[in-house]
């Protein structure tokens, strides 16, 4: 690599790529590039949950600026984003704030690590802020950098706390059928969805998958919603006993179920589970990476639920993904076992480069503050309610609409083909793809879960951006009507 320009000793080079004044990136957009950018997509980039033959013949959509909860793509056609991203933009795809907080943090101290003991202040004081959001007095938090690390690392955690406690043997990990919590291994493991286990001969021995508490689809025929609780907590019991209870170290359940189809728990779910895992020694992981920061019109997921979490995981929401942050927030029993587990002078042994990078942590406490000063939990509680209420006009209008379900600013629709049954299409038709499709022709982002329709809004939107995606999706509807299903 002799002879290029980049020795360290070139002070002219140097000062040239630290220039704050000339940023080189020009991202204007025109016409040429959107080819380019087209034809460089399709070539050289392998895109997730995406059929790599279909992205070839379709070809990519380009996203090129946002503003508030509307992208634009590289036509300069508008699309107001009802998933906020994934389920991730809460204050939009534009935040000057967010920015500026990047960008003055990168200016003061654009890395450091927390390995050895190091730290800086702000991932100090993002550690204490999300402890008191938390409501875990003497908990710690633990930075990663994505959903699934900071899934993973909540298994290894629990691992850990049953060992240092003499339980070695509690290792096996049981979530919920249709749930998502990321795509590492153990994440994917814990998924309860085909479509992360095909490919790679997953779930890994050890994890184990309980019933789908969807309140819609999972009642048999004349069960009461009590009953069904009965029946779900009852069924996990007998899993564990089956396994048996000194093998199984730990639960994991989103407070309401995002990826699987938007589904929130029957009334006295997470009390009749609690009561099971607490029986037998279980501890209860909560999946916070959507549901947190606001989004169920509770800070977490776990105040609209009903859940007592051990430890929580958080993503998303915590920077509105303006920067790749996560973390776990874990009660005190947790942490002493994992300082128990290294008394002799030993060092835990995980951690990533960039977990708790400064600049995540900068962005991430300027994104609380805002959550704060717009009293996120009063705001998503309002505007939520007329997103329900819009939604519910576009559904009553509509044949084949049905089980609008959610709460807060996260809901879903399942399309069937008869509502008053429930009885649903038939998978090959495509129902849900279809309607997402005619959506985007309209300008509407959405996300078809099979047949369910999930709207999951940036949370800064108004009466406007709630009547533009009311009114949008009550088209496509109409569309699909039109087009026969
Ligand atoms: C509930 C939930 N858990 C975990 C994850 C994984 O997060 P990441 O993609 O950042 O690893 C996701 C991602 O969508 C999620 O929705």
Request: aromatic share 8%; proline share 5%; with cysteine.
């Amino acid at each position: 690599m002799g002879g290029g320009g980049c020795e360290t000793g070139d002070s002219r080079l140097g000062a040239d790529l630290r220039d704050t004044n000339g940023a080189k990136g020009d991202f204007d957009v025109s016409l040429d590039q959107a080819e380019q950018t087209s034809d460089s997509d399709v070539r050289f980039h392998l895109h997730s949950q995406t059929n790599p033959r279909g992205h070839i013949e379709n070809g990519p959509f380009v996203a090129t600026r946002g503003k508030g909860a509307h992208v634009y793509d590289d036509s300069g056609k508008s699309y107001i984003d009802a998933m906020a991203g994934l389920w991730c933009t809460s204050l939009g795809f534009d935040n000057a704030r967010l920015a500026a907080a990047a960008s003055k943090q990168y200016a003061q101290l654009g890395y450091y690590h927390s390995f050895y003991g190091r730290t800086n202040p702000v991932t100090a004081a993002l550690a204490r802020k999300l402890v008191e959001l938390a409501e875990i007095p003497g908990g710690k938090t633990y930075f990663t950098t994505s959903g699934s690390e900071a899934n993973e690392s909540m298994v290894k955690f629990a691992w850990i706390y049953h060992a240092a406690r003499g339980k070695p043997t509690k290792r096996k990990v049981i979530s919920r059928h249709r749930a998502f919590h990321g795509s590492t291994i153990v994440a994917a493991s814990m998924c309860g969805l085909e479509m992360m286990h095909r490919e790679f001969g997953l779930p890994l021995p050890g994890f184990i998958h309980t019933l789908c508490p969807d309140n819609y689809t999972g009642r048999l025929a004349g069960e009461t919603e009590a009953a069904f609780v009965a029946r779900l907590a009852f069924e996990l019991e007998r899993q564990i006993l089956r396994e048996g209870p000194d093998t199984i170290a730990a639960f994991i359940a989103e407070p309401v179920m995002a990826g699987g189809g938007i589904i929130p728990p029957p009334a006295g779910y997470f009390e009749a589970i609690q009561s099971v895992l607490a029986k037998y020694d279980i501890l209860l992981l909560d999946d916070e990476i959507v549901c947190g920061f606001g989004r169920t019109g509770n800070w977490f997921g776990f105040q609209t639920v009903g859940m007592k979490p051990d430890m929580m995981s958080m993503a998303k929401g915590i920077t509105s993904s303006y920067f790749p942050l996560s973390a776990v927030v874990m009660r005190p029993e947790i942490y002493e076992a994992i300082e128990k587990a290294n008394a002799e002078g030993t060092v835990l042994g995980h951690g990533f480069t960039n977990g708790g990078h400064p600049v995540g942590a900068a962005v991430a406490l300027e994104a609380i503050a805002i959550y704060e000063e717009m009293d996120v939990v009063g705001y998503v509680r309002r505007i939520g309610a007329l997103l329900h209420e819009r939604l519910a006009a576009a559904c009553a209008g509509s044949p084949i609409a049905a089980n609008l379900r959610g709460v807060g600013m996260m809901y879903g629709v399942e399309l069937v083909a008869d509502p008053s049954t429930g009885l649903p299409f038939a998978p090959a038709r495509k129902v849900g793809a279809q309607l997402a499709s005619l959506a985007m022709e309209r300008g509407l982002i959405v996300r078809a879960m099979r047949d369910t329709i999930g709207f999951c809004p940036p949370l800064i939107v108004g009466e406007a951006e709630v009547e533009e995606i009311g009114s949008k999706f009550e088209d496509s509807l109409h569309a699909l009507a039109l087009a026969g299903y």
